[in-house]
């Protein structure tokens, strides 16, 4: 059964930074893309990033430069890296790989 679970939100000063996990029961990680999506509040869902098995990884315009993903196949975890955190970036953000998606962790960036 394919399970994703996320981790690492909370809340974060603007500036500050969060490291997001999604780890999988490693059915699908070893030969998936994985993606992070978010969504913010009355906002549609966004594509974030995106990592392929060997690592290549893709990202939003708005986002290069601030955020980075990477992976540990080892462990059947992606990681979203967010430094330099805003306001805007306040959201929901789910995993999703292989049509399954994780409930989300929550990211708020507030003073």
């Known amino acids: 059964q394919v399970q994703l679970v996320e981790s690492g939100g909370g809340l974060v000063q603007p500036g500050g930074s969060l490291r997001l996990s999604c780890a999988d029961s490693?059915?699908?990680?070893?030969?998936?893309?994985v993606y992070w999506y978010r969504q913010a509040p009355g906002k549609e869902r966004e594509l974030v990033a995106g990592i392929t098995p060997a690592a290549y990884a893709t990202y939003a315009d708005s986002l290069k430069g601030r955020f980075t993903i990477s992976r540990d196949n080892a462990k059947n975890t992606v990681y979203l890296q967010m430094n330099s955190l805003k306001p805007e970036d306040t959201a929901v953000y789910y995993c999703?790989?292989?049509?399954?998606w994780g409930k989300g962790t929550l990211v708020t960036v507030s003073s």
């Open positions: 490693g059915i699908l990680f070893g030969t998936k893309t």
């Open positions: 999703h790989v292989g049509g399954h």
